[in-house]
């Protein structure tokens, strides 16, 4: 699978973002999806990630309540609404499809296709 992610830009703090990560091929729907973002100087994080059916979410605790992941299938679409963005949001944010088990979903092993990364900048 091919992913494209795409709506980062520049924000100002308290405003808010949608990503969206469009997919190709057939089988979207058998992936678990999932959004890091990396910051400069630092590792790439886990953020949020939606399970194949998009029946389960999960949140790292800095965005918990300001993230909202979903997905379409129909669509082979998965967004991430951004809102009361803060600066220490600014990074690269990726979009990653895999199929591993629910407690790997929040590592980086657990997906093995990746988008190539959109940017959000969030002035303070």
């Known amino acids: 699978v091919q992913l494209q992610a795409s709506g980062g830009g520049l924000v100002q703090a308290g405003g808010s973002l949608r990503l969206s990560c469009a997919a190709s091929?057939?089988?979207?729907?058998?992936?678990?999806m999932g959004w890091f973002r990396q910051a400069p100087g630092n590792e790439r994080e886990f953020v949020a990630c939606i399970t194949r059916s998009g029946g389960r979410t999960y949140y790292e605790d800095s965005v918990q309540g300001r993230f909202t992941i979903k997905r379409d299938n129909a669509e082979k679409t998965t967004y991430l609404q951004m809102n009361s963005l803060k600066p220490e949001d600014t990074a690269i944010y990726y979009c990653?499809?895999?199929?591993?088990?629910?407690?790997?979903?929040?590592?980086?092993?657990?997906?093995?296709?990746w988008g190539q990364g959109t940017l959000v900048t969030v002035s303070s």
């Open positions: 091929g057939r089988t979207f729907s058998s992936y678990n």
């Open positions: 990653a499809a895999g199929t591993a088990i629910i407690s790997n979903l929040r590592r980086r092993e657990g997906y093995r296709y």
